[in-house]
Structures are given as C-alpha cells and as structure tokens.
Nanobody, 128 residues
Framework: QVHLVESGGGLVQPGGSLRLSCAAS????????MYWVRQSPGKGFEWVST????????YYAEFVKGRFTISRDNAKDTLYLQINGLKSEDSAVYYC?????????????????????WGQGTQVTVSS
C-alpha cells in the first residue's frame, strides 16, 4: 500500500525558511517522478515543483523559482522541499504526490486527482 507522509510545516515569519519532507513507502520510490503541490482556500490547487526519478532534473512553478528547491534521497525514500524567502501568499497546505506511471511525468497538474497517491499534507503559514 502506497503511503506518503509529509512533515516540516509550521508558522513562520515572512522571509523565513522551512524544509518540508515526505517519507514514502509501499512502492519503489526511485522509479517515480514526484511532485510538491499546494492547496489554499484562496487559490485552490497549485503545482509547485517536480523532480524526476533520478533527482537530476527539477522543474518549478514561476512563482517559486529561486526560492524553493526540490530534492530527493532515493536511499531513504524521502522527498524534500526547501523553502526560502517565504511570503504570505505561500501559506497553504503542501502535499507531496506520486506520478501514476513509473519513469515519466504523466500527471497533468490540474488537480489532486491527477496523481495516484498523496499524503495528508503539512500546513505552512506565513505571518508576522
């Protein structure tokens, strides 16, 4: 059974940093592209970042470029998101998600239902 567990969220002041983690189990983590997405009441679903199965290709939404860094440790079956320069508009629940197909980016990034697994999410709140 696929299981994804996010952690690392919290309350942080504008300009602050957080490191989110996502522990994966129940599948061969190193075979799958992985994603960070976020949801908030005001903006709904937003794709944040993607990393390929080997971890050597990364992609970012324009609004996080230069501030967020996605990475993975396939030996530890863990996905990370380093978030720097946090802004109030970054407040959201952050989810890690798994691509439905091995070895490729197949998810369409439109909704959570485009993925076949995601975690419970971790809340990031940016406020002074």
């Amino acid at each position: 059974q696929v299981h994804l567990v996010e952690s690392g969220g919290g309350l942080v002041q504008p300009g602050g940093s957080l490191r989110l983690s996502c522990a994966a189990s129940g599948f061969t983590f190193s075979n799958y592209w992985m994603y960070w997405v976020r949801q908030s009441p005001g903006k709904g679903f937003e794709w944040v970042s993607t990393i390929n199965s080997d971890g050597d290709r990364t992609y970012y939404a324009e609004f996080v470029k230069g501030r967020f860094t996605i990475s993975r440790d396939n030996a530890k079956d863990t996905l990370y998101l380093q978030i720097n320069g946090l802004k109030s508009e970054d407040s959201a629940v952050y989810y890690c998600a798994k691509d439905p197909k091995p070895g490729t980016w197949s998810a369409e990034m439109n909704a959570m239902s485009d993925f076949d697994a995601w975690g419970q999410g971790t809340q990031v709140t940016v406020s002074s």
